[in-house]
């Protein structure tokens, strides 16, 4: 797919190359000789003089640049507007999930129940199949697997990523289905395996941009989670600048900053995946 995709790209690389040199030279090669046999009948005419003609010239090649300039951004234009197409279809997709519970949690720990339940990704594999478990108030769990095993499938479950083919899953005995999506969301936190971090400051990156969380919360979330030193490392703080994709940050080093995002959200149960 990937071969595939940079054949694509270097064809239509070249293409465009091709295209705008050619009628980059095409186009002032026939302007050149326009202006020139113009500018000569004038001249013989006795009606402009050899400085004219090179004042005409020269400024006629004066328009080579911003002509390709707006050609560039025209390309430029048309990335925008297939970026533009592709947002609108992703606000499109409708989820799968239903999102017609009206139930609410109340805070502080909760209980978390499987019974008897099985998944498959919609195709023939199972992969998990009658889980029950029930996990008490402020209790935790480990669950140790081999690759592949189905544990991020267990946390998706939980996280109403997906609903189970078969089974229920309950959260202080309510159904997840019975609990409204956007507070069931507020009240999981998980680290996932992977961590996105984005380009801006570190504030941003915890934060999210909301504005009602201070510094002081964020100092407070990295003082309960004792990682004070690991802060200290950063030379300007929350105004450390983070590069796309978490760039200049070691894996646990991004892990550590998804784990005070996930304390300043304050959730009631928290998920923790391949977390090291
Ligand atoms: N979106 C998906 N669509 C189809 N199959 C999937 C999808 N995500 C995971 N699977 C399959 O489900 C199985 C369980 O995957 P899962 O990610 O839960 O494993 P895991 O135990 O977390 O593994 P790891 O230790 O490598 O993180 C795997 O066989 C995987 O190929
Ligand atoms: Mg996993």
Same mark, same amino acid.
């Given at each position: 797919m990937y071969q595939e995709y940079l054949r694509a790209s270097r064809r239509a690389w070249v293409i465009s190359r091709l295209s705008t040199w050619?009628?980059?030279?095409? !186009?002032?090669?026939i302007a050149n000789v326009v202006i020139l046999s113009l500018s000569l009948s004038?001249?013989?005419?006795? $009606? %402009?003089?050899?400085?004219?003609i090179y004042m005409v010239?020269?400024?006629?090649?004066? !328009?080579?640049?911003?002509?390709?300039?707006?050609?560039?951004?025209?390309?430029?234009?048309?990335?925008?507007?297939? $970026? %533009?197409?592709?947002?609108?279809?992703?606000?499109?997709?409708?989820?799968?999930?239903?999102d017609k519970g009206s139930h609410y949690l109340s805070s502080g720990p909760k209980e978390v129940t499987f019974n008897h339940v099985s998944f498959s990704y919609g195709n023939d594999k199972t992969v998990l199949k009658d889980i029950n478990l029930r996990l008490g108030k402020g209790k935790t769990l480990g669950i140790l697997g081999r690759t592949g095993s189905g544990k991020s499938t267990i946390i998706r479950l939980l996280s109403r990523i997906?609903?189970?083919?078969?089974?229920?899953i309950t959260v202080d005995g309510i159904n997840l289905t019975d609990i409204s999506l956007t507070h069931l969301t507020e009240k999981i936190g998980v680290v996932t395996q992977e961590t996105y971090l984005y380009q801006g400051n570190i504030r941003d990156n915890l934060t999210f941009f909301n504005p009602s969380i201070t510094d002081e919360d964020i100092f407070t979330?990295?003082?309960?989670?004792?990682?004070?030193?690991?802060?200290?490392?950063?030379?300007?703080?929350?105004?450390?600048?983070?590069q796309?994709?978490?760039?200049?940050?070691?894996?646990?080093?991004?892990?550590?900053?998804?784990?005070?995002?996930?304390?300043?959200?304050?959730?009631?149960?928290?998920?923790?995946?391949e977390y090291s």
């Open positions: 050619s009628v980059r030279i095409i !186009l002032f090669a004038f001249y013989y005419a006795g $009606s %402009i003089t050899i400085g004219t010239v020269y400024f006629t090649n004066m !328009l080579v640049q911003p002509l390709q300039d707006i050609a560039n951004n025209l390309q430029e234009f048309q990335n925008f507007n297939a $970026s %533009i197409l592709r947002i609108n279809e992703l606000k499109q997709t409708q989820n799968v999930l239903t997906y609903d189970p083919s078969v089974g229920t979330a990295i003082r309960s989670l004792g990682i004070e030193d690991f802060f200290s490392r950063f030379p300007r703080g929350l105004d450390t600048i983070i796309p994709g978490g760039g200049g940050l070691s894996f646990g080093e991004a892990q550590l900053l998804a784990l005070i995002r996930l304390f300043l959200k304050q959730p009631d149960i928290i998920i923790l995946d």
